[in-house]
C-alpha cells in the first residue's frame, strides 16, 4: 500500500475494481455443491459495490490489486470480455 500511494496519484485512482471472473466459477461451484464460502461470496459483492460507488476504500484494493497482481485501475474491456467469454473450469 505504502509503495503503492508513492508511485500512484490517488486522486486519478478509481474506484471499480476489475475482476476476471475466475472467482464467480468457484462459488458457482460452491452453491452446486453446497458448500458455504461467505468470505469469497462476500468478497464478489463488494467487488460489484465497487462499481457503483466512489470510496477512498475501494480506490485502496484497486491500488492493492494492482500492487499484488498487476490488475488494471478501473474498467478494462479486454477483461470484462473475457469474464463474459472465457470459462476455465471448461478447459
Same mark, same amino acid.
Given at each position: 500500500?505504502?509503495?503503492?500511494?508513492? #508511485?500512484?496519484?490517488?486522486?486519478? @485512482?478509481?474506484?471499480?475494481?476489475?475482476?476476471?471472473?475466475?472467482?464467480?466459477?468457484?462459488?458457482? /461451484? &460452491?452453491?452446486?455443491? #453446497?458448500?458455504?464460502?461467505?468470505? @469469497?461470496?462476500?468478497?464478489?459483492?463488494?467487488?460489484?459495490?465497487?462499481?457503483?460507488?466512489?470510496? /477512498? &476504500?475501494?480506490?485502496?484494493?484497486?491500488?492493492?490489486?494492482?500492487?499484488?497482481?498487476?490488475?488494471?485501475?478501473?474498467?478494462?474491456?479486454?477483461?470484462?470480455?473475457?469474464?463474459?467469454?472465457?470459462?476455465?473450469?471448461?478447459?
Amino acid at each position: 500500500m505504502e509503495r503503492g500511494l508513492r #508511485e500512484q496519484d490517488y486522486g486519478k @485512482i478509481p474506484s471499480y475494481v476489475e475482476d476476471t471472473g475466475e472467482v464467480d466459477w468457484l462459488l458457482e /461451484d &460452491a452453491i452446486n455443491k #453446497e458448500i458455504p464460502i461467505p468470505m @469469497i461470496a462476500q468478497s464478489i459483492m463488494e467487488l460489484f459495490k465497487s462499481r457503483n460507488r466512489d470510496s /477512498d &476504500a475501494y480506490k485502496s484494493i484497486a491500488l492493492m490489486r494492482h500492487g499484488f497482481g498487476g490488475h488494471p485501475f478501473g474498467r478494462d474491456e479486454y477483461i470484462a470480455k473475457e469474464r463474459k467469454t472465457y470459462r476455465i473450469a471448461k478447459i
